[in-house]
């Protein structure tokens, strides 16, 4: 299975307008169940599109992309979508 993993950063946060920034996987609901990537990024430009307005709006950055962990003879190995 495909997840959508995101890296999310608020900007100039404080009087030394710190970025903090944190990652990790989004919550998989029966909506995000993707078996490809083309499903996968389809929903990140869609999500994109609707979310980025309000984003720039609250000085916050994220960053999708899609991931599936893949196994080759025994050995873990991440594999990643060119977004």
Excluded: W
């Amino acid at each position: 299975m495909i997840k959508v993993m995101a890296i999310i950063c608020f900007l100039s946060m404080g009087t030394e307008e710190i970025t903090m920034c944190f990652n990790g996987a989004m919550p998989i609901v029966k909506t995000m169940e993707f078996k490809t990537f083309e499903q996968c990024k389809s929903f990140i430009k869609n999500s994109a599109l609707y979310m980025n307005d309000d984003l720039k709006e609250r000085k916050i950055a994220i960053n999708f992309y899609c991931y599936q962990e893949q196994k080759q003879e025994g050995e873990k190995v991440n594999g990643f979508s060119d977004i």
